[in-house]
């Protein structure tokens, strides 16, 4: 439902296709881009019948001190918007 969505559906070419991976460009907070990715892209599994996030440790650490997420997720409802930027979308 296009009611349910962030933004318009696009593609993107599969890198690895044992895991729906794909090349992420960043990722972004309140849409800016925080230069986790470096100068390569992060390589990302999409699987959108799971909530579940998980990545390298320092890229985590990085997101969890930027979003300034409590241990209990008390904060849920204040935290900024996160986005993920694929093929400069």
């Known amino acids: 439902r296009e009611s349910r969505m962030a933004s318009k559906l696009f593609w993107v070419p599969v890198s690895n296709p044992g895991y729906w991976q794909v090349e992420m460009d960043d990722i972004t907070i309140k849409n800016k881009k925080q230069g986790l990715c470096k100068d390569k892209h992060c390589q990302v599994a999409v699987d959108t019948g799971t909530s ?18 409590a241990t209990d997720c008390s904060n849920f409802d204040t935290l900024p918007v996160l986005g993920f930027q694929l093929s400069n979308h």
């Open 52 to 69: 579940l996030m998980a990545g390298p440790t320092d890229i985590v650490n990085a997101l969890v001190d930027r979003l300034h997420v």
